[in-house]
């Protein structure tokens, strides 16, 4: 028997902050979350030194950091992007593809297989995350145009019978043949969400009907209010606030979501509909500068400044190098949302959207031991993942 206490903290739970009390940990698995600072004998203590102790932060949209991207088509791209959030407090992902050839994409699926079984000093995989290619051309971004079509019954059920690892899939509701999409999807136990898309409010209603239940980085590669021959539609950023049960996810980066729209995205969404999501590209934990969207021998040359990835004409951004530490602490300085809610929308909030709420996304008894101790300023020191510590701040610098 492994048992491990960590004390002295402020524990976070969804609700509220407990003082004084403590976290036992047992084999990988939460045994207690106690009000009291109890004895435990032949425990490896580890001290939390006043700070915070919160549930491991879950990143639902992230495609790389470290320098690597998921497209790399290596497996060292996968572990390394892995290890790389893992400092910032991200101990699980759902790592995420660009629209591509089906060869890449076929490729990057049994990578995922070979990297999950080695994956053991990052944050763990969540499945994969299929972003495209069934895309508004108008509403692409900067997914490559040559890939996106309509969605092709064919193709999405080979690749789907190809991996068993796939646990979302994003794409336009409003294209033809979206609809049934959707529902062969959901038939095999794949979210779907809603992204690049032009659709308006009913074809966003008839595809959350359908399947579609959560909108893809709200507010990027996405409608608004249109005209239509005079006529004004609610697009699908409003079609997201009008449906209750939408979820949506954000970039909380500060810059793809400047102050005014997280507030006013919390302000009607809320913690329970709301998952913080890095969306993070290769440069992200990266020094700026010159950098890569997508795969690094045939992706998009980019320059990262201003905490954000641009073109080199500097005429548009180019992808997040958000971390989850900051998405946080965006929330709570920018968008003045209480420490709480904000860790919710990173922790139990992702994990019940992702369907792994009864193993993760709280500290509570039976859950997975994947925890993150950070200070007042979710500077993260300690990142664990089924009960061991993956990174330590202080041993980093002293091996730096």
């Known amino acids: 028997m492994t048992l491990t206490k960590i004390f002295n903290g402020k524990i976070l739970t969804p609700h509220r902050e407990i003082n004084g009390g ?7 698995k939460i045994l207690e979350v106690s009000e009291k600072n109890i004895e435990v004998s032949d425990a490896f203590e580890i001290d939390a030194d006043g700070k915070y102790i919160a549930p491991g932060f879950i990143d639902l949209h992230i495609h790389g950091g470290g320098g690597a991207d ?24 759902v790592p995420t ?21 080695n994956n053991n000093k990052g944050a763990q995989f969540l499945g994969m995350h299929l972003e495209g290619p069934y895309f508004a051309m108008n509403q692409r971004g900067a997914q490559d145009p040559r890939y996106i079509r309509d969605p092709d019954p064919a193709e999405y059920k080979e690749v789907i019978a190809h991996s068993s690892s796939i646990t979302r899939w994003s794409a336009a509701p409003e294209l033809k043949g979206a609809i049934d999409f959707a529902k062969y999807l959901k038939s095999k136990g794949i979210l779907a969400a809603l992204a690049h898309t032009d659709a308006i409010y ?11 239940t959560l909108a893809t980085h709200l507010y990027s590669g996405m409608s608004g209010v249109t005209r239509r021959n005079a006529f004004r539609y609610a697009g699908v950023i409003e079609s997201a606030f009008i449906i209750d049960a939408m979820d ?9 979501l400047p102050a005014p729209l997280l507030k006013l ?28 969207l997508g795969p690094l021998k045939t992706g998009l040359k980019v320059i990262v400044e201003d905490g954000v990835a641009k073109l080199p004409d500097r005429s548009s951004f180019a992808g997040s190098v958000a971390t989850a530490d900051r998405l946080v602490r965006n929330m709570v300085q920018l968008a003045d949302v209480s420490l709480i809610d904000a ?17 993760k996304g709280s500290l509570a008894a039976g859950k997975d031991a994947d925890l993150v101790i950070f200070d007042q300023n979710i500077n993260v020191e300690k990142t664990i993942i089924g009960g061991q510590i993956i990174y330590d701040a202080v041993h980093a610098k002293k091996v730096s």
Do not use: W
């Open 22 to 28: 403590c976290v036992i940990i047992e084999n990988g």
């Open 202 to 212: 009913e074809e966003v209603l008839e595809g959350f009907e359908n399947g579609y």
């Open 70 to 93: 998921f497209m790399d088509g290596t497996e060292e791209a996968f572990l390394t992007i892995a290890a790389t959030h893992a400092r910032y407090g991200t101990t699980s992902m």
């Open 248 to 256: 949506v996810e954000i970039i909380a980066d500060g810059i793809h």
């Open 265 to 292: 995205i919390m302000k009607i969404k809320g913690p329970d509909r709301i998952a913080l999501i890095t969306d993070a590209m290769r440069a992200a934990g990266m020094p700026e500068g010159d950098s890569v």
């Open 343 to 359: 860790v919710k929308m990173i922790t139990l909030t992702p994990a019940r959207i992702m369907n792994v709420h009864r193993q």
């Open 97 to 117: 593809t660009l629209t591509s050839e089906k060869k890449d994409l076929l490729k990057t699926l049994d990578l995922y297989e070979v990297a999950n079984k």
